[in-house]
């Protein structure tokens, strides 16, 4: 009898079992990858997986496989630094990072004190996520307590594994999104409620250094003291005005990151969005940690903030993730993100390979996270969230796709001709919570 909690999805399947290196093949071991494979679910998790020849005998009798030959599926795409509250100033007119905040991000973050409002677009944000393949990001709300309640309630109704935070903001900002006090108060009301609720997790979010006083990046420090499973997310060292801004508010600050380690904010849960503008010394103390930094290569691009050194962070051994950055970021797709990483990386003379961003958009990210016992993996006992490629999905892809004789060239295609018309299917828990065909 086919259980009713059991499904069997036959197609390619390719998932990396740890960094593949950088090499033109993945380092031996590093990738599985099933030509005619099967994906046997049950209760929210994966059940099996592997060659459809050796599984398919254990089927139980009847049951009923999802034919999907001509698609792959890979791990559902991770976003380790995105605003979901920007969503709707994305490809706003935009200079520099300080005056795009101003003009465009603070007024429209203003909106968030009405609760319809954030309803609405938490909604609407997780469906673009899912329309795109994302199944997880680590996520900033607005320093509205309840725009955090919004994006909770809309990602536990989709059995999403996401993290949020409440932005932490008490000076150098407009009034109406000034916390002082209560913004420590709301962020433990909030922990209390949602964090390690389903697969949900709470991250402390001091927006940046210059607009939190050394006592909310203090108790921001202690919250982490005091539950070591929370995450933390900020920025660090995206742009030259707020490196000369940083360092006249800090006089006493060696650099730009000991503002962050004086309030005990970098540790093995952290993320630094940007981390351009860094010397070795910042790179290695951040590795130290066991921190990482959030590549944001298409908001890099649209604001203008520099190009990501990827060799010095590996040479360091410094962590990092790759992210889209909504508003600033110009596209929610992992796809898009690695192609603008890929674009970055070329002109510095780093160039990615498909294996190093389809590892790091999965299992990388997972594992900066300390997500990877949950995520980022097709294996045995992890939780069933993927996405099911089409290759074929527009008539130009499908032309590229059909020329390539290899795994890699695939890949690589994908990468960079891809986008959410090749997202045939986000599944989440277990369960397809959005179909191409659907919409
Ligand atoms: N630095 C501080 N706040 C922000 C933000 O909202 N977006 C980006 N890109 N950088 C920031
Ligand atoms: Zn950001």
Not at 205 to 224: C, E, V, Y
Not at 422 to 438: K, L, P, S, V
């Amino acid at each position: 009898m086919n259980s009713s909690t059991d499904t069997f999805i036959r197609a390619e399947l390719i998932s990396f079992t740890r960094d593949p290196g950088d090499g033109n093949m993945p380092e031996s071991g590093s990738l599985e990858h099933y030509g005619d494979g099967l994906l046997w679910l049950k209760d929210q998790h994966i059940h099996a997986v592997g060659h459809f020849v050796e599984i398919s005998p254990s089927l139980p009798e009847g049951a009923d496989v999802l034919d999907y030959r001509d698609k792959l599926i890979m791990p559902g795409f991770i976003d380790t630094h995105v605003h979901y509250v920007q969503l709707d100033i994305m490809a706003s007119y935009g200079r520099q990072l300080l005056d795009w905040l101003n003009e465009y991000t603070f007024p429209e973050e203003c909106r968030f004190a009405n609760h319809a409002h954030a309803e609405a677009l938490s909604a609407a944000f997780l469906d673009e996520m899912l329309r795109a393949g994302t199944t997880t990001a680590q996520v900033f709300g607005s320093s509205h307590p309840g725009s955090v309640d919004a994006f909770f309630t809309a990602a536990n109704k989709r059995q999403l594994r996401m993290l949020v935070g409440k932005v932490l903001m008490d000076r150098n900002a407009p009034e109406a999104l000034m916390d002082g006090a209560s913004g420590i108060a709301d962020s433990e009301r909030l922990i209390e409620d949602w964090h390690g609720k389903g697969r949900l997790g709470y991250s402390v979010t001091p927006r940046f250094a210059p607009t939190s006083t050394k006592t909310q990046m203090d108790a921001a420090g202690a919250l982490l003291r005091n539950d070591p499973t929370l995450w933390l997310q900020t920025h660090l060292a995206e742009n030259s005005g707020e490196l000369d801004w940083v360092a006249d508010l800090f006089p006493g600050s060696r650099d730009y990151l000991a503002v962050y380690e004086a309030s005990g904010l970098v540790g093995p849960r952290s993320t630094f969005a940007h981390g351009i503008h860094l010397d070795n010394g910042m790179r290695k103390r951040l590795a130290d940690r066991g921190a990482n930094i959030a590549f944001c290569p298409s908001s890099n691009l649209f604001l203008g903030s520099g190009l990501f050194d990827r060799e010095a962070a590996k040479e360091t051994g410094m962590a990092f993730t790759y992210a889209s950055d909504i508003g600033a970021g110009t596209d929610l797709s992992g796809f898009a993100t690695l192609k603008a990483a890929y674009q970055v990386g070329q002109l510095g003379g780093q160039p990615l390979t498909a294996w190093q961003g389809f590892y790091g958009l999965t299992r990388g990210n997972a594992k900066a996270l300390s997500l990877d016992n949950h995520i980022g993996q097709l294996a045995p006992s992890l939780e069933a969230d993927f996405v099911v490629i089409d290759p074929q999905a527009t008539s130009l892809l499908a032309r590229r796709i059909s020329r390539c004789t290899t795994l890699g060239e695939r890949l690589f295609a994908l990468m960079i001709l891809a986008d959410d018309r090749a997202i045939f299917e986000t599944w989440a828990g277990g369960q397809c919570q959005h179909r191409r065909d659907n919409v």
